[in-house]
């Protein structure tokens, strides 16, 4: 699947629920190497495009293609290239952190997996609680955790919905630095966010999303989110 | 996926003390003796009832031209069995990954039949199981002539058909959206010759045929349980998880709730939009058009209410003829159900209480509000039974009156289902045979239908007496109205 050109294009794309759209048409390219940030007010509608070029959701009309085939969320070869972390708060409950690490670093046939998973405990600050089941951690510390999963796995394309939630400032800027070392080594990156500080640090370029999206610069993006 | 089932079996064994263990098994087999003891004994009783035609010598409509052969309302219903078996099973999944399979499994690069293959069948052989049981004394009291072993053998023949319909289900997952109906309806009409096999039992054949034929579905689906598209395995997951907590907490409210919520329904419906936007006098009357298009937008069921009228009609043209108190306790208990069925709104609405608080109205107005469509329904679904009942010589004309009234009246018991409280968890539970159950459980449970009952004693009565007289009339209207007010006015 890999190959040259744009990782993830997305010509036209409509998004919405039901017939309604939520946003204008989207019409977006990401190379390898590039972090696209995604801004808006609340209800513009950045999830609901991060979900459908994610192919969480059907789009309305136009198309997402990654790696210039079209989003299929069910197809092998689209699930070992694409990773995405929303907020969703679900862990099996008898599994440990490190054990849920594990088990992602294995279904992707990491090489050295349990080396792999300390380097990600380590890094989300998680080493201390990497014994303990997701339920007695802190919401913060379940979010670190959702994150270590999608960073610990091969992906050419890794789409964060918001990573900055419920991350204290240390650990965000830390998260930065990661997104931006994950697009140094050849991935794209779609980062939804509300915090300019990470989107100034991380994107190459801004989608701002509304009634109509238009395509700025990272700090035109920064200036939109504070309102300026 | 091995090394997660692994995990959680460890960490399981780990928590759970062998005491523990034991104490739950033996409170398990006590329960399920108790309950086998008293659906056993309440069965035989009742066909020695239907068999002997003790209470009652006559139908509730007598002299009738009209007749229905037992054997075919029997057939009929074991194929509403199936039909509503296999609808059930398509809103559960049947092919289903749980909240955190969907979230930890479903992205790996990996097959995923593995994946939801043993659940599934699991599943599957499960709901075979306990429709066979389920069936068993269906057959004894609708069979009175039969053997055991002939019974026992329309049970397996039946439980292989539901393992059939449960299996349909998971193949309509693999098809796409826009095939579905049509494969629904296929699937539908292929269980119908199906539901005649449990009552061939003097045959050899049937039990054979249909097991062959289950096994050959479930072959088929497991072969391609991992095509089900992620998207339906993650709906399916939500759905038997809300399903199965509505189930362990008892929860009626929250059970109607989890199944409201059918497979492929994307669309909104924008049904009155126009209605809803033209002006109002006064909040009441923004109240009442609000609750009339809420009502009509989440799609009230038609199959059910539909299906209990059938079967309402259908009990008291058989012949022979059931008792008539037997009658009258299936129209009961088809009203009960219908009853509750047209409570979506109020059972969403309950909860967000903050939104009728919203509203520049008492309380007990946004309360008679939320009655308005019930009660227009059931009004209609009464009217139409007691009209039947009527036109087949039952009561008398006043009859409808009486069923239009107890209809109004009914969805009292509507509201006060729907919108009861949860169960107080914290107060110490009850030791029962059937184990520790929850101080207010029971009340909980029975709360709604205890009022629906009440409000259909007389137009009951007026079946059961052959005579719907002006007096009954009055009372059920009095009844009815004094439940509507007493349900607005009083319930919390």
Not at chain 2, 90 to 95: F, Y
Not at chain 2, 132 to 146: C, E, H, K
Not at chain 2, 210 to 236: I, T
Not at chain 2, 275 to 289: D, E, I, N, Q, T
Request: some cysteine.
């Amino acid at each position: 699947m890999a190959g040259v050109g744009a990782v993830l294009e997305a010509r036209e794309l409509l998004v919405g629920y039901g017939d309604t759209p939520v946003c204008g048409e989207v019409t977006v390219a990401v190379e390898p190497g590039e972090v696209l940030a995604v801004v808006g007010v609340n209800g513009a509608g950045k999830s609901t495009v991060v979900r459908t070029l994610a192919g969480r959701q059907l789009p309305l009309a136009g198309d997402a293609l990654v790696h210039g085939l079209p989003v299929m969320p069910d197809a092998v070869l689209f699930r070992r290239q694409v990773a995405a972390v929303f907020d969703e708060d679900v862990f099996f409950p008898s599994l440990t952190v490190r054990e849920h690490l594990l088990l992602v670093a294995r279904g992707h046939s990491v090489a050295s997996p349990d080396k792999a998973v300390a380097a990600e405990l380590k890094f989300f600050g998680l080493l201390g609680r990497a014994d303990a089941v997701p339920d007695s951690l802190s919401s913060g510390q379940r979010r670190r955790l959702l994150l270590a999963a999608g960073f610990i796995r091969p992906s050419s394309l890794l789409i964060l919905d918001e990573p900055e939630q419920r991350l204290d400032p240390v650990m965000r800027d830390a998260l930065g630095r990661r997104i931006r070392g994950h697009a140094g080594a050849g991935a794209a990156v779609v980062l939804v966010t509300h915090d300019p500080r990470l989107l100034v640090q991380t994107a190459t370029q801004c989608l701002v999303v509304g009634d109509f999206v238009e395509l700025v610069d990272p700090m035109q993006g920064a200036s939109a989110i504070a309102g300026s | 996926m091995a090394f997660t089932r692994g995990t959680a079996r460890r960490y399981n064994r780990t928590r759970s003390a062998l005491r523990d263990v034991l104490l739950d098994v033996y409170s398990t087999v006590l329960a399920l003796g108790c309950v086998a003891a008293i659906a056993v004994s309440f069965v035989l009783a009742l066909r020695d009832q239907i068999a002997g035609r003790g209470v009652v010598e006559r139908s509730l409509v007598d002299g009738r031209w009209q007749v229905l052969p037992a054997e075919v309302l029997w057939v009929l219903l074991t194929y509403a069995g199936l039909a509503s078996l296999a609808v059930l099973a398509r809103r559960l999944g049947p092919v289903t990954a749980s909240p955190a399979e969907a979230v930890w499994w479903l992205p790996l690069p990996l097959d995923r039949r593995p994946l939801v293959l043993p659940a599934f069948l699991r599943r599957t052989l499960a709901a075979g199981l306990a429709a066979a049981v389920a069936y068993l004394p269906f057959s004894v009291l609708t069979a009175l002539d039969r053997q055991a072993a002939g019974h026992l053998l329309a049970a397996a023949t039946f439980g292989a058909m539901a393992v059939i319909a449960v299996a349909g289900a998971a193949a309509l997952q693999l098809t796409l959206q826009r095939q579905e109906p049509r494969r629904r309806a296929l699937l539908l009409a292929g269980l119908l010759p199906g539901a005649v096999l449990p009552f061939l039992v003097q045959a050899v054949w049937p039990l054979p045929a249909a097991l062959a034929a289950a096994a050959w579905m479930l072959a088929c689906v497991a072969a391609r349980a991992g095509s089900v598209p992620g998207a339906d395995l993650m709906r399916g997951g939500a759905v038997s998880g809300h399903v199965h907590a509505s189930v362990f907490f008892l929860e009626a409210n929250e059970l109607h709730r989890a199944l409201a919520v059918e497979p492929g329904a994307s669309r909104q419906r924008r049904w009155g939009a126009g209605l809803h936007a033209r002006p109002v006098r006064g909040a009441f009357h923004a109240l009442v058009r609000a609750d009339v298009v809420a009502f009509f937008r989440l799609r009230p069921p038609l199959a059910g209410p539909l299906l209990s009228l059938a079967t309402c009609v259908g009990v008291v043209l058989i012949h022979p003829a059931l008792p008539a108190l037997l009658q009258i306790a299936v129209m009961v208990i088809a009203g009960c159900a219908t009853a509750a069925g047209t409570g979506r709104v109020i059972r969403r609405t309950a909860l967000i209480p903050e939104l009728d608080a919203l509203v520049p109205l008492a309380p007990w107005l946004v309360r008679l509000s939320r009655l308005v469509m019930p009660a227009l329904a059931l009004a209609f679904w009464m009217g139409g039974l007691t009209g039947i009942l009527a036109a087949l010589g039952a009561a008398g004309p006043l009859l409808v009156a009486l069923g239009v009234a107890a209809g109004a009246g009914m969805a009292a018991g509507t509201l006060r289902a729907a919108a009861r409280p949860a169960t107080d968890w914290s107060r110490p539970p009850v030791e029962t045979p059937f184990g520790p159950v929850p101080r207010d459980q029971l009340s909980t449970l029975l709360r709604g239908t205890d009022l629906t009952v009440l409000v259909m004693v007389p137009v009951m009565l007026a079946l059961f007496l052959d005579a719907a007289s002006p007096m009954l009339v009055l009372a059920q209207l009095a009844l009815s109205a004094g439940a509507i007010a007493f349900q607005a006015r009083f319930a919390k």
